[in-house]
């Protein structure tokens, strides 16, 4: 069946580094694909989104391009803040109006 | 901002009890959606809701489980019957209508089942 598959976490990085969390979908068809984001003890916030193949979504210095390639939607950013821990997941849509998810990745940002 | 809201925050029920979980999902969306996250394992689709009736359902939604949108802003999930393996997160989601892509989520209800 459809899946999303997500590295795992926990991912811990210093302030100012790099983000990468890769994310890969099976390819049936071309869903739309998103990041949700978790901050501790609130609900998953949609973070962005890419509806079409080469659709690069996003939102707080956050990027993900969709690749029909190599199936892949990996988030980026280029410089992480503290603000940013919590777990992300990536998700595709499917018709029906389901959304499936992967296992989501902890990141821990340390000052 | 609107937002949807979930109650209660946590719900701690006896195995075999009944129990129902509550959203009020955004006041002019009209899709609804209930998912479900396991400790440490996805999150996963429960249900969908639209014009009253379920849209597409999960193999986990069996016959202990329902929906219900009582009135013009709450929409519920019952467990009839609750197991130990019951015991999860439950999120509740809602879109626009012709938008059913961005689902916007509430906080969580944490169901412990003892």
């Known amino acids: 069946g459809d899946s999303v598959t997500q590295m795992e976490g926990p991912v811990t990085l210093s302030e100012e580094a790099f983000l990468t969390i890769n994310c890969t979908y099976t390819?049936?068809?071309?869903?739309?694909l998103f990041w949700y984001v978790q901050y501790p003890g609130e609900g998953l916030q949609l973070l962005l989104k890419?509806?079409?193949?080469?659709d690069k979504g996003s939102n707080k210095g956050f990027e993900a391009t969709y690749r029909k390639e190599t199936t892949s939607f990996h988030l980026e950013k280029g410089s992480v803040q503290v603000s940013d821990s919590a777990v992300y997941f990536c998700?595709?849509?499917?018709?029906?109006?389901?959304?499936?998810f992967g296992q989501g990745t902890e990141l821990s940002v340390k000052p | 901002e609107p937002e949807v809201t979930q109650t209660p925050s946590h719900q701690v029920t006896q195995m075999g009890q009944e129990v129902i979980l509550r959203c009020v999902p955004i006041?002019?969306?009209?899709?609804f959606y209930w998912y479900r996250q396991i400790l440490g394992q996805k999150v996963e689709f429960l249900v969908s809701?639209?014009?009253?009736?379920?849209?597409?359902k999960s193999e986990i939604f069996d016959d202990q489980f329902s929906v219900e949108r009582p009135d013009g802003s709450n929409f519920t999930l019952k467990i009839r019957s609750t197991k130990l393996e019951d015991s999860a997160m439950y999120f509740c989601?809602?879109?626009?209508?012709?938008?059913?892509?961005?689902?916007?989520f509430g906080p969580g209800t944490r169901l412990t089942v003892l």
């Open positions: 890419a509806t079409k193949a080469d």
């Open positions: 989601a809602s879109s626009m209508r012709g938008a059913v892509n961005e689902q916007f």
């Open positions: 809701f639209y014009n009253n009736e379920i849209s597409e």
């Open positions: 390819a049936t068809g071309y869903p739309s």
């Open positions: 998700a595709r849509f499917n018709q029906g109006g389901k959304l499936i």
């Open positions: 006041s002019n969306h009209l899709y």
